[in-house]
Each structure stands twice: as C-alpha cells, then as structure tokens.
C-alpha cells in the first residue's frame, strides 16, 4: 500500500472515529434517558468524591444545626408519633434569643393551631420576642378527577399558622425538589410564576445579603456546594439546648450568638410526625449511616452556599457542546495515530487529564459539567475504534508481509551459491530475526550448519541475554539502509567472539524493505592482541606518573635514614634508640613501598643471576604452609629436568607469594592452591596470542586456586595500579600490577585463565637459559674504616639531602664542599682541582642535571671518581646515558653504611693526580661562569663557555 493511500485510509478513519465519539457524547447529554441521566447525575456526585481531599468541614461556621434526635425524644419524653409540645420550641426560642442569635429557622411546619392553646401562645409570644424567626411552608398537591378518566393536579400552599406568620420575620417554601435518585442537587429559590421564597432566601433575605435586593438574582441557576458527608456542619441535641438541661449538656450561655440556628428532625427508626424526610447524600459510601443526609442539613447548607457565594456553576449549554467536539476530533483523529497499546496509553492519559480538568475547576472556579460522557464515554468509544481500526489494518499489512517474504525468500536463494564462495560469515533474516540464508564462512565461523539455523530466530541462537547494541544496529539499518559496527556474539560451542559486522536493508520490488544481509568477520584474536597492546601503553603512562612521584619520595625519605644513623651516634640511651629504631623501620618500610610502585612502573631489571626456580617455589611453599589457614592446601609439581632462568630472586619470589596471597584470599572458606613448573617450547604459531612472546625455550611457572574466580567485567582492570576488589584496609591494589611489571622486566609474558565459581589460573613463561659455569663469589665485605681528610664535592639540589651527607661525612673524617647544581659544581672543581678525587652527585637537577655535568667534569680531571645517586631505579639507562661505566650508583633512599661502604670501595686507593696534572694550570683555555641564582625574571642560571678549542668545545658540549 502506498504511503498516500494509507493516509487518506488514516483521515477516513479518523473522520469515522470523531464522528462515532461526538455522536455518543451528545446523545448522552441532551436526551433523557436513563443511562443519559445517570452520565450527567454521576459527574455532579464524582467531583465531590474525588475532590474530598480538598473539601473541608464548616464546623465553625456561623450555622449550627439543633436536631430534634432519638436523645431528645428520650430525654424530654415526647412521643415519637404525635407533634411535640409547642411549649418546648418556645423554651428553645428563647434561650436562642438570651444567647443573642442572629436567626432562627424551623425546617418544621407549624400550619395548624396545636392542642393546647396556651403552648400555642407561648410559642407566639417566642417568636415575636425574637424577631428573627423564619418558619417553613409547603406546597401540597391535590388531585381531581375528571370524566373518571384524567387526574388534574394543582398544589396548594400551605402558610405558617397565622399567630405564628404574624409574630415570624418571615417563612419560606421547604421543599428541595431532588432527582429520583433522592439527591438535591440544584437550589430552588423560586419560580417565575410567583414570589414565594425558599427557606434559605427567605433566610438571607433577613440577613441582608446583597444579591438578595435583586429579584433577578432569586432565579439564577445555582448548584448545591456540599461541605462533606453527613453531619459536617455543627451540631447540637435538641434537648441539649432547653435551659432545664443545658446545665448537664455543657452548653456556656452565649453558645449561640451571632449564629444562624438551623432547627429540624433527624429521621429515627419507626414513625415520626415531625418532618421525618431525609435525602441521599452525593458521596459514595460503604457505610448506610452515611448514605443519606437529614432535609434540615441540605437546607442549612444552600443558607451557606448563599451566605459565603460559594454554590456551584454548571458549564453553559454551549460550552458543553463544543467540550463534545473537541474530545471527539482530538481523540478521533489522535488515536487512529496509534497502536493498540499506545493508544491505550494515549487514551488512559486523556482521561486522566479530563479528570484533572474537572477536578480544578470544581476546585478553583466552582464549575462542573458532565466531564463523565467525555472521559467514560467519548474516549473509550474513539480507543474502541481505533483498535478495531488498527487491528484491520495489522492483519491486511501480514498478509502483505507474507507474500513479500516468499517472493523475497526466492530470490535469496538464487543468490546464496555465490555468497557461499566468501570466507565471512553471511548470513540473511527477515525483518523478524529469523534466518533465511547461512553460508559455508558462517558455518566456519559459528559452528552451526545452515540446516541446523534456517528458520530459526538470529536473535536468540547467536546473543546472549539482552544487546543494546544490537536494537541499536536494527534501528539504524531500518532507518538508514546501512550499518557497520562490533558486535559479541556466541558460537556453537558457547564461545564468545567478537565480530566486525557490515549490515545491509534489502528491499522488495515496490522499495519496501523485507531483509537484512549481514557480513561478518571474525576479529576475536585480533582485538585480543589490541587490547594487549592498550594494555602496554597504558601501564607505561602510569608508570611514568608513578615514577616521577616516587623520585620526590626517596628524596624526602633519604635524609631521614640518613639521620637515624647519625642521632645513633649522638644519643646512647635506651629510649632513644629504640624511638630511632621505629623511625628507621618506618622509613625503610617506606623506601620498599615506593621501589615497588617503580618496579611496577618503569619495569627494573635489578640484578639478575643465573638461577633455578626449585627452591624458589619449595621455599614459597614452606612459608605459605606455615601462615596460611589449615582449611588452605598447597600442592607443588616441579618438571624434570627443569631449566634455568636469567632473574631476580627476591622479585621472583615476591612474584609467588603475590599470587599465593591472592589465591589464599579468592578461597575464605578453604580450597587447594598449585604450583607448577615445567619447560614448554614456544613455536612461531604459539606466540600469536602474546605480542611479547618470541620463539624458543621457556619455563613455564603456573599458580592455580579452586577460589571464587574473577568476573569477566573486571578482568582487564586487575592488572591496573590501585585497582582491587578488596575492602578497605585489606589491600593496596599493587600486587598484580607489580607481578606483570617483574614478569615484563624478566622478558617474560603472562597468562590467566577464571571461571567464577571454579577458581583461577595465572601462567607465567619465563626465557630459559642454559648454565654454562657456576661463578661463585667469595668476596667478603671489608670493615668500613673513618676517611683522613679526603675531599669530596657533594652536588643536590635538595638542600635536606645536601645537609645531611655533608653532616654524615664530616663525622667519617671527609671534608665536604657542597653544590646545588651541575654548573655551581663546575665551578668549586675547577677551583679544587689538586684535591678533589671524588664527586657525589644527583641525576635529576634544575638547570644542568648531572649526566650533563659529568662529562665536562671529566674533561675538568680526567681521574675524578663518581657516585651517581637517584631517587629512580634506572643506573643501566644513566650509564648507558652518560658512556661512562666506572660510575657508581646508589639509589635513595640510602643508609650511612651503604654511603660509607660504596666510597670506600670507589676509593680504596684513591688515585693521586698525575705530575702533569699537578703542573698544568687549571684550564687556561676555559672560563667558566656562574650566575647567582636570580628571580624568576631575572633568567636561571647558566655555564658561559668562552675561548674553547674547537675539539674541547666539542667534548664539553
């Protein structure tokens, strides 16, 4: 179907469904029948249930109702089926007066003279006395009948009984006029044919209210206001209120003042003569108490519409009719839009809306009109249509679709023979998902022949749970006939593999789309090795973060070892030196935390020997047997004739025992760790996996647990610095990390293998190496012995640092010149040049750092001796760096012995400078200048080389 017909179906069932939804909100609304009625009554009544939350009671208002009850009736012993004594209204009447009340209303006809005269009289002289007495009349109908056959009905008015009319300030009609329902619902103050005022007129009438002095005004259309549910207005018992029992009733004198006293009967079970109507009330209720209201209620509450100007308006005729028209194009036209289940949605949000619409001009403005044909008629008739509609046009559009896929089907298989050539997985399903074509790659790639996948859902056989990327990728290719992106698929075998997916919209004779043709290609192995590579680069940026920080550490940490050894020799006490004992622990605990971040960061070699990994690995397991829980065991299997490596001892066992501790913490409640080693030989196919790896001998060093494994979504981030799962406390998020930086360092690679719930497997391949000779060193260490004068210069540009190795070698009998930076130290050598044999210097100083001043101090004196001293683990890269491999460095933070025992060896026997040497002036072709350190602006400092020979300008620089 073309997209203009469709359309122009769309208008016609619009135009159909508004029509269908106006006519039956107009039906419901101007004819009368019942369900019509029962429609408009019900919208009346609804607003004030669904309005009860803002509706508030009038208790202190200025009505208070005086019932004539059951507790009246028993307490003054009055019959419950003849008249009340008129003596005892007359009691009532004047306590109200001595109270000072603003009216008095009787909702009780007093048409005839009474029994007793006297009782009559005293209620006349009541009434006059007050002076503010309304009473009630009635029109009672009478019937005829004429030619026996038609009744003729006329009513009759029935006035007060005349003493009581002449003493009253006046009377008015009683009758309330309800639906059949028995529901008051509009005031009655009057017809056009006469002038006889309601109760509640003739009430407000007294009272002087305004829009009483227009006799217009006692026709307008008004609607009953309810307060609330029965009994909501303020009330007393009749009997209550006489002076004989008001004592016992609690009632103050002045009760009543300034209030407008509503009196009438509160219906009772049996015969009471006394006005016993009652009405139904507009609120639902479950309870039969509350269902209806007593008529003196109903009339005290129009009195208060009228009092307070709050009666309600019905929306005009009009306005009604145009509110019809409205809903019905709006949702007429609207929900033919939808399907059936947003225009359900849509629907049920109209209604709401109506709701909401009624309920704030009810509220607000005092307005109400039948919102119950728009939001239960007019609505679910236009949701009705549509749904019928739409369901019409659903079963025409599959049967289409069908037809379409056939012929698409066809087509497609008359193409699949030159798809199968392609070594990509291609693959063709329906807008349905299911599998219309599967070729040989596809089967090469999944695993699944195409008998086994045809038909079948391709959402369901090659996802796993719910893809977002794949909704994604459907809407895109719906919409702009291609996509291209990755995607994680599953294979036969329950593999995950990752796919570089191509899709195409395949279209049918008339341009409508029937397929997807998908192209897939196996990128699995090739983002591995990707991810390995990211994986590479992104510990090499941390590693150069951590290291930069870790130099400012051992350059704190450095004069602080360096000053225990000293305050040792100063401070002999016990105390003392066990405080001095703490702080070295401490700083020393220190210093190995931060030579781990640099071995995790920049990946130092340290010294590595020839070694077997034997006796490291039954070593491991001796300590973990000893401090590990019994609930944990160890097993180790060693190979035959297990090779060598090239390494560090202590790393490598820091290695294991980071991987035990880990394995120790996966398993809680107890399990089994394994250690294995064997040799392995690598081929060219083997080292694909790792782009580390080279071909050749290695041995193969595994840490296996039966823990709770490591979940998938975490297990690229383990290896990161900081990274741990660990509560806090329990762990620093550095094992792993340095485990991978000593493996790389060992030229090593690493594997692991988890499966939550099953445990962990970390395998690490080392290079062999084959043994050639057993050096053995047989050196021992010499006594260090105090200096005799010697002079060393001391260059840093830490003055902490600086102090502390002047102070520390003046005690062991040097003398000590000192230098911020490399050209200051130009400078005091060439001033010194007869005794200055040996220079202490930092690698990384401001201005000229030290493998820059080393060679121009060597042209300086060729036999000048060097300690290079750094916070980095880098002396291989510094002596390649510098070319010079007779340096001698010491990383900080360092100890007074090992300061001490490294000058001695570098000076053993110090080399005395040669006769020419001592002959020669100092330089004469070379001046040197140092600026004072400036400010900022002023420049840094600088070297000046002047009258230089051309080969010597040469080796300075």
Known sequence: MSSKLKFNFNKLAGALGATLALGIGLFLLHFNFRLCTEFVRSSYDWSFDLSFFKKAGVQNSDVILVYMDEKSHKDLKQPFNLPWDRALHAELIDRLTADGAKAVVFDILFTDAGPDPRADEALARAIKANGRVILAAENRPARQMVAGQEVVTWWTLNQPYEPFKNAAAGWGLAELEPNQDFVAREHFHGRPD???????????????????????????ERWINYYGRREKISQVSYSDVLPRTAEASGLRPGFFRDKVVFVGARPIAGSFIERRDELRSPYFTWDDTFRFVPAVEVQATIFLNLLRGDWLRRLPPAGESALLLVTALVFGFGLCRFRPLAATVAALLGMVAVIFLAMFLFLQRGLWFPWMIVAWAQIPAALIWAVLYKSIDWFGQKRRLEQERRRAELQIREQAALLDKARDAIAVRDLNGHLLFWNKGAERVYGWTAAEVLGKNANELLYHGDVPQLKEAQQRVLQDGEWHGELRQISKDKKAILVESRWSLVRDDQGQPNAILAINTDVTEKKKLESQFLRAQRMESIGTLAGGIAHDLNNVLTPIVMAVDLLRMRHQDEKTLKLLTTVETSAKRGAGMVKQVLTFARGHEGEQTVMELGPLIKEMVKIASETFPKSIRLRAHLGTGLSAVSGDATQLHQV???????????????????????????????????????????????????????????????????????????????????????????RGFLDLKSEVGKGTTFTIHLPAVE????????????????????????????????????????????????????????????????????????????VMDGPTAIPILKQLKPSLRFIGISGLLQSDKLKKQIALKEITFLTKPFTTEKLLETLQAVSVAPPSATPAEQARPPAPNLEIFVDKPQPPAAGIPRVQLAQVPDDEAAAVR
């Open 194 to 220: 006469n002038h006889d005022p309601s109760l509640g007129w003739a009430t407000a009438t007294l009272l002087g209210l305004d829009f009483t002095k227009d006799p217009a005004q006692r026709l307008k």
């Open 771 to 846: 043994v050639t000779a057993a050096a053995e060193d047989h050196s021992a260490s010499e006594p260090v012995v105090d200096a005799h004068g010697e002079l060393v210069l001391v260059v840093d540009d830490e003055p902490a640092i600086r102090e502390m190795l002047e102070s520390t070698l003046t005690n062991h009998g040097y003398r000590v010149i000192t230098a911020t930076q490399g050209a200051e130290a130009i400078a005091l050598c060439s001033q010194n040049l007869a005794e200055l044999n040996l220079v202490i210097l930092d690698m990384m100083m401001p």
């Open 656 to 746: 294991l025992l980071n991987l035990c501790v880990n394995a120790r913490d996966a398993m809680p409640d107890g399990g089994e760790i394994h250690i294995h080693a064997e040799n392995e030989v690598l081929t060219g196919a083997d080292t694909r996996k790792h782009i580390e790896a080279k071909p050749g001998n290695y041995v193969v060093l595994s840490v296996s647990d039966t823990g709770s494994g490591i979940p998938p979504e975490i297990m690229d981030r383990i290896f990161e610095p900081f990274f741990t799962t660990k509560e806090v406390g329990k762990g620093t998020g550095l094992g792993l990390a340095t485990v991978l930086s000593i493996v790389k360092s060992h």
